[in-house]
């Protein structure tokens, strides 16, 4: 069975114009499937109730001293969820008024009830922080000084209808009226249509319930920054805080990123990066070993280490090797060999973790005087090594798009 008029239209182009059951909440979950009437060339699905007709709100003089309750031909559980798996929702009202203001002189006589039970001030549109109907929408009321041309004063019937679109508020459950001399409401049809729009990857059990998945089970999602693991259980409703558990991060990477270089001989060059003529491993490619400089390929936490030893010659002083690890030329950390005429050698090393935006290159510099040198040969003292941690996958495919 289909959960809209949208979803069976999409499946069977066939299907005509005519009366349907469908079940939004999910075919033996949650409440009975409901009878709908669907146009399925736009693929709109109506719901009916009790108040379509024009209804004499009668003779009253207190805030909502009229009140009726509506009643549809579905659950608000399945009205919800439609609302919910649909791209849009709307509901027509029409009051016809004489001598019957909706607001005067800051006082509320007349308002309706949303789906939760909350009273609501504004007859069209979609923006529920004001008083209006649809002339103070388009700015045409017949006075420029209210938003409703029921709130003017006039010898005469008027009229306001408009459309309320704001899908979470619907459907109208109630409508109230007060301070009325001849009042006359009438309310459309709920209809819905088209399916909820699920923009980029899915981040939710809701994204993928919207777009068609009913299997209870486990499932990958995009997170804040990585690939998350959750459960959804497509028999709970949405509002449950079953309907979606957290399980945990998911290890994927769109590429293998991990290096290790040495050298086979003796370094000596001030504030230039330290290359390097032995390449161990360089999965993904992105440490150039001749100039010694790495590029992250994407962005995400890497982690760096260098260690080596460095000796000194030509001075009689005692002196201090010093090497650092750059970001695009930025002094990310220092490390130093301290030594003296009685101890010309020492070894040394450093670590680092960083996050990196895709492109940013790192490298080890040295900063020592000149006597001061990084030893290597045959034994290869010098290892410089790295690899990528986590890479920030929400990020990496925002570049992409």
């Keep these: 069975m289909y959960r809209t008029c949208s979803e069976a239209h999409a499946a069977d182009s066939s299907l005509t114009m005519g009366n ?38 009668g003779y009253c003089t207190d805030p909502g001293c009229y009140s009726r309750e509506i009643i549809y031909n579905a659950t608000m559980r399945q009205m919800t969820t439609l609302a919910e798996l649909s791209n849009e929702c709307h509901q027509s009202i029409k009051y016809e008024c004489y001598d019957a203001p909706l607001e005067k002189d800051g006082v509320i006589y007349s308002w309706w009830n949303d789906r939760d039970g909350n009273p609501q001030y504004f007859w069209a549109g979609s923006d529920s922080s004001v008083h209006t109907c649809q002339c103070g929408i388009e700015g045409n009321c017949i006075d420029s000084n209210v938003k409703c041309n029921c709130d003017a004063t006039a010898s005469y019937v008027l009229n306001d209808d408009g459309v309320v679109t704001k899908k979470a508020s619907l459907p109208i459950t109630k409508l109230n009226f007060g301070q009325t001399t001849t009042g006359v409401h009438t309310l459309g049809r709920f209809e819905c249509s088209g399916d909820a729009i699920v923009t980029g990857f899915p981040t939710s059990c809701e994204d993928l319930w919207k777009i068609g998945h009913k299997m209870t089970g486990f499932y990958s999602v995009m997170g804040k920054k990585m690939v998350e693991t959750i459960y959804c259980d497509f028999t709970k409703s949405l509002s449950d805080p079953a309907f979606q558990t957290w399980i945990g991060f998911a290890g994927v990477q769109s590429t293998s990123v991990y290096f290790y270089v040495q050298r086979n001989y003796d370094f000596h060059g ?82 680092s973790t960083l996050y990196l935006q895709a492109g940013q290159q790192i490298w080890m510099q040295s900063d020592q005087e000149e006597y001061m040198y990084l030893i290597d040969n045959g034994d290869h003292y010098t290892h410089f090594t790295g690899w990528l941690l986590q890479e920030d996958v929400a990020q990496s495919l925002k570049n992409r798009l």
């Design 20 to 57: 349907y059951w469908i079940d939004p909440d999910g075919q033996g979950v949650g409440d009975d499937p409901i009878f709908v009437y669907c146009d399925m060339a736009t693929g709109k699905t109506t719901i009916l109730h009790d108040s379509e007709d024009s209804i004499d709100v």
């Design 270 to 351: 001030t504030h230039n990066p330290i290359n390097f003529d032995i390449v161990r491993i360089n999965t993904g490619g992105a440490m150039n070993a001749g100039s010694g400089i790495f590029t992250a390929p994407v962005t995400g936490t890497y982690f760096f280490s260098f260690s080596g030893v460095a000796y000194m010659v030509g001075t009689t002083k005692d002196g201090k090797f010093q090497a650092s690890l750059r970001r695009n030329g930025e002094l990310i950390g220092r490390v130093e060999a301290a030594m003296t005429q009685g101890l010309s050698t020492d070894s040394f090393s450093l670590q």
